[in-house]
């Protein structure tokens, strides 16, 4: 059924680990090493696609590296130097591997770009994911959520099939509240920024996001004392928080 499964391929199945190749023309498998591989067919001179890519830098910088291979695949049809500037601009950060002939494609049955599909080490697909105009990077931040094992069934599906009293939470407020706040950071708006992100805190004291975000901005202004102590808070919360843990060294107690 569309949205749950790749044409060709289901839900549970056995992927063929494919010997592709990658930009330099060397052999590379699309399944990783690590715990999960999400990986994105994309177009790079697609505009979803690019405003995907950009949302999936942002992704990157709250999940774990060590547990995720992230893997890009472009067809042989698209030009080196767009694929390279598509990457580039959007700051998402994938192993590329071609799909000659589109061959990858055909056989799982890919119908448009840009689409997601995660598997598993012993690649089984654990989730497909089209793309949506809504949502789409909560529904991929959750499956992979699901895939490492941080959530259950339960709040899987209650992130992919949110409640109209969960759209308007006060989790889902900070987390509108949060987006703006890092929106406001790269821009340079520290103040603006760091008011921000101390506010999704006071609305969801336990979103682990929130307070590494204050932690990182209070790191920008000088501030490190203040700064341990919200990167020790989102690491009560989520002891394997990447940006935390990462941050946390550059701060270490006196």
């Known amino acids: 059924a569309a949205g749950l499964a790749f044409a060709y391929v289901d839900i549970g199945s056995p992927l063929s680990n494919h010997g592709l190749t990658n930009r330099d023309g060397v052999e590379q498998t699309l399944i990783g090493s690590q715990r999960v591989t999400a990986f994105l067919f994309f ?13 999936l830098a942002e992704l990157q910088t709250r999940m774990t590296k060590a547990e995720i291979s992230w893997v890009g695949v472009v067809s042989d049809r698209f030009a080196p130097e767009a694929v390279a500037s ?11 591997v071609v799909d000659s002939g589109d061959r990858l494609y055909g056989e799982l049955g890919v119908r448009l770009y840009p689409t997601m599909g995660i598997a598993d080490s ?51 407020e900070a987390g509108r509240t949060l987006k703006l706040a890092r929106m406001l950071w790269q821009a340079g708006k520290t103040d603006k920024a760091l ?12 979103l682990a996001d929130a307070h590494a975000l204050v932690g990182l901005i209070l790191i920008d202004e000088g501030l490190v004392e203040e700064a341990r102590a919200s990167l020790t808070r989102a690491l009560e919360i989520d002891p394997d928080h990447p940006e935390a843990n990462a941050a946390l060294i550059e701060c270490p107690s006196p």
């Open 43 to 55: 177009n790079p001179e697609q505009d979803r696609s690019r405003d995907v890519l950009r949302a």
């Open 195 to 206: 008011a921000k992100a101390r506010e999704a805190t006071e609305k969801a004291p336990d």
């Open 122 to 172: 012993d690649a089984i697909l654990r989730a497909y994911l089209p793309y949506t105009k809504l949502n789409y990077m909560a529904a991929i931040e959750a499956h992979l959520r699901h895939a490492l094992g941080k959530i259950d069934d339960a709040a899987l599906e209650k992130a992919l099939h949110p409640t109209a009293a969960d759209v308007g939470s006060a989790e889902a």
């Open 86 to 96: 598509a990457l580039e601009a959007s700051g998402a950060r994938l192993e590329v």
